[in-house]
């Protein structure tokens, strides 16, 4: 190591918080990744945080500045100000390299060893997974090195990632830097229920852009440009299991959507609609049902008798494919984006509810005939995660399919990214069982500590690195990373300049 490379020495501490004073005219930053080269391998460092250190008293410190600010002494300094005041960075050890091997450091660096930054060759040892779903590069602070990071799509989509950040620190981008990275790879099957009609790209860059996308890229919306198609759901696809725990309803409106439901079976909301007299059901009972489906799903019957739908998403007579049509892809490995910008939330988780909970059972199915190993992962992309994962809602509404998905759905090969910018409305549970993070940046401390508490690793001393995250920078905590990756991605219209196909031009590595 020549000496310029030096940026600082180890001058004590312990394991957790290892003191390191920074040589002068260098600036270590939070988040830097550091280096110590041992003998038989290499020791990766991590700063989270940094504070001042002196060899002058606080008091004499105080009387100089005094001296200086009230004009006693323009020229007065310290004697070797470099040597007397300095910049102490904490830091803790985050992995140890030795050859291709990456373990927990479980040593300290010698006493007084040289730290420098990472360079792009110390991350050799990192690898190519088979399936790879492109993140962004490894970041040292806000310095960018050219290591792309990938994550093995069969492990984390089916564990589940969830992407958490205030407003507008680029959750949506990556989703869609990720989504495009693995476009046309048909292990995936990705369901986006998109209430920003941001992912396809109607009016600027999106999806719909990528090489792969004639015959891989499915979209559905109820004003769709050329070339794509309506979403139409007919009724006779909803059964009311779909309901459970988006749409609430009494015990009484429950018993009666189950007479419906048995008297008239696909054909039960539209009797309801129409206000169809059923023995032992309360006139009472449907005026409230015919309101929810009115308010929910924009149905109602007109002064002709005849059915109708505000949003004209929903219909008696068009659309009868729909779901199945959507369901299909997914299952061979497409990629669906739903534009639900035009409907109300409730309907959009009740779309999302109505076709995972088909690829649920259809893979429930494959399972126990052991056919699932051949299936593509079915993710499901759900932004504002907490309408269907809060607390508050699974308490009152109980449980509901994307719910049951993140439980157990990693058994049966489906998961979910969910975005959301208040973590701590998923109960705990929920969140440890998601096993990849993708965490941006978030000022607020209650959401930083939710994602901490369910990191997969001990991010206890990363409050701060989070909290000063800048738009588009991240950390990667997943049980699929052996430590937590500080990345940067990139913006999608950058990416997408020079990666039109993604995966097969650039030489990507992975960490695990
Ligand atoms: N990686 C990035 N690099 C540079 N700029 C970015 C990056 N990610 C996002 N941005 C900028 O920030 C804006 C907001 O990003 P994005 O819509 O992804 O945020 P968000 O977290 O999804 O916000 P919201 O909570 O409102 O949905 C983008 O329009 C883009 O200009
Ligand atoms: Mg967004």
Request: hydrophobic share 40%; net charge positive; aromatic share 6%.
């Amino acid at each position: 190591m020549s000496e310029i490379e030096v940026v600082g020495q180890v001058v004590g501490g312990k394991a957790a918080k290892i003191l390191i004073r920074e040589k002068s005219g260098e600036k270590i930053e939070l988040g830097d990744l550091l280096v110590v080269k041992e003998k038989d391998g290499l020791l990766i460092l991590q700063v989270y945080d940094l504070g001042y250190g002196s060899q002058v008293p606080q008091t004499t410190r105080e009387l100089l500045a005094g001296l200086k600010l009230e004009g006693y002494g323009a020229g007065l300094t310290f004697l070797e100000p470099h040597l007397r005041n300095y910049v102490m960075a904490e830091v803790k050890a985050v992995a140890r390299i030795e050859g291709k091997k990456i373990r927990i450091p479980k040593t300290l660096p010698s006493f007084f060893s040289s730290i420098r930054h990472v360079t792009k060759e110390d991350l050799a040892f990192l690898t190519k997974p088979s399936q790879p779903i492109y993140l962004g590069k490894v970041r040292s602070g806000s310095k960018t090195l050219d290591v792309p990071i990938h994550l093995n799509g069969m492990d984390v989509l089916k564990h589940h990632i969830v992407v958490p950040a205030t407003t507008g620190r680029g959750k949506s981008n990556l989703v869609k830097v990720m989504l495009w990275s693995i476009l046309g790879q048909e292990k995936f099957g990705i369901l986006v229920l998109d209430p920003h009609d941001e992912y396809y790209g109607r009016h600027q860059k999106g999806l719909k852009d990528h090489q792969k996308a004639k015959g891989n890229l499915l979209y559905y919306s109820s004003n769709p440009p050329a070339g794509a198609n309506t979403l139409v759901i007919n009724l006779k696809s909803i059964k009311p299991g779909h309901f459970q725990g988006i749409v609430m309803f009494t015990n009484a409106q429950r018993d009666a959507i189950k007479r419906y439901n048995n008297l008239f079976r696909d054909k039960w909301i539209e009797c309801i609609v129409h206000g169809k007299e059923v023995e032992n059901v309360a006139p009472s009972t449907i005026g409230v049902l015919q309101r929810k489906f009115d308010n929910v799903l924009g149905v109602y019957e007109d002064t002709s008798g005849e059915l109708q739908c505000r949003s004209r998403i929903f219909s008696d007579t068009a659309g009868s494919t729909t779901t199945k049509d959507i369901a299909n892809a997914l299952e061979e490995g497409k990629m669906v984006v739903v534009d639900t910008s035009r409907l109300l939330g409730q309907a959009e988780l009740l779309i999302g509810s109505i076709v995972v909970s088909s690829i649920f059972s259809r893979y429930q199915r494959a399972k126990s005939e052991g056919k699932l190993e051949k299936k593509p992962v079915v993710s499901v992309v759900i932004e504002e995660a907490p309408r269907v994962l809060g607390k508050e809602v699974l308490e009152s509404a109980g449980d509901n399919i994307y719910s049951t998905v993140a439980r157990e759905g990693r058994k049966f090969k489906v998961g979910l990214i969910a975005i959301t910018q208040l973590t701590s409305l998923i109960p705990r549970p929920v969140l440890a069982n998601m096993n990849t993070k993708i965490i941006l940046g978030n000022e607020m401390a209650l959401e930083r500590h939710a994602i901490i508490d369910s990191a997969a690793q001990d991010l206890s001393d990363d409050d701060r690195t989070i909290a000063s995250l800048d738009i588009g920078e991240a950390i990667v905590s997943s049980n699929f990373t052996r430590f937590a990756v500080p990345i940067r991605i990139p913006l999608f219209e950058d990416y997408i300049k020079t990666n039109s196909n993604e995966g097969e031009r650039e030489k990507p590595v992975f960490l695990g």
